[in-house]
């Protein structure tokens, strides 16, 4: 006899809606040390930046995130702002099939840089992205983005900012 698939335990990726916010705000609040955006700001990512963000659902729930813009100022430019997995699914590659899936949309076209900042501690993140940049076939550069005292007036990380590409579409 063999097994019946249960559809509840499918994977599937998309683009957000606004009724993905909520899902949204949830799982980046279970993903530490993630910074919490208010709940509008994910429901502006959610709507006006959708075709730039993905989401991973397994059944109804929200186990993957990735938000980002193409900053108005650099149109060959992706930027992702955020990224969270939910802790039962990581190792598995959902974070870098997220950001593929975003770059292999028309919205990105005529992307051919990824701009991210990073805490220098982040190693899980450090990871993903020089995974990222290998993938593209694209070399990696970091300098300091936002620093600690001059940015965040001593209440946050610095933050480093990190360009890959260019690379193709
Ligand atoms: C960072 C994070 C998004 C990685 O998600 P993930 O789906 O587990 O990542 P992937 O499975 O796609 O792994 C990508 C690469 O990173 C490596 N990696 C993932 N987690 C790691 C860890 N904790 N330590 C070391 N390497 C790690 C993987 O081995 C893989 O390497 P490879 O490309 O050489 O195979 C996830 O750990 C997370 O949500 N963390 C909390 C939130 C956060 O810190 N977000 C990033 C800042 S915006």
Redesign the pocket.
């Given at each position: 006899m063999s097994a019946v698939p249960d559809p509840s335990f499918a994977l599937t990726i998309t683009a957000p809606g606004p009724g993905h916010g909520v899902a949204v705000h949830d799982l980046v609040a279970a993903?530490p040390?993630?910074d919490r955006n208010s709940l509008y700001a994910n429901l502006l990512q959610c709507s006006h930046f959708a075709p730039t963000c993905a989401l991973a659902l397994q059944g109804d729930e929200a186990v993957g995130w990735v938000s980002g813009y193409i900053p108005p100022s650099t149109p060959a430019t992706w930027f992702l702002w955020?990224?969270?997995?939910a802790p039962s699914?990581?190792?598995?590659?959902?974070?870098?099939r997220l950001i593929a899936d975003i770059l292999a949309r028309p919205a990105c076209a005529g992307v051919r840089f990824l701009e991210?900042t990073?805490t220098p501690d982040?190693?899980?993140?450090w990871?993903?992205f020089r995974?990222v940049a290998?993938r593209l076939g694209a070399p990696l550069a970091h300098e300091t983005g936002f620093d600690r005292d001059r940015h965040f007036g001593g209440r946050h990380d610095t933050e480093m900012l990190v360009r890959i590409g260019p690379f193709a579409p």
């Open positions: 993903c040390p993630l955020q990224v969270a997995i699914m990581r190792g598995q590659g959902l974070a870098q991210t990073i982040n190693e899980a993140s990871h993903l995974g290998k």
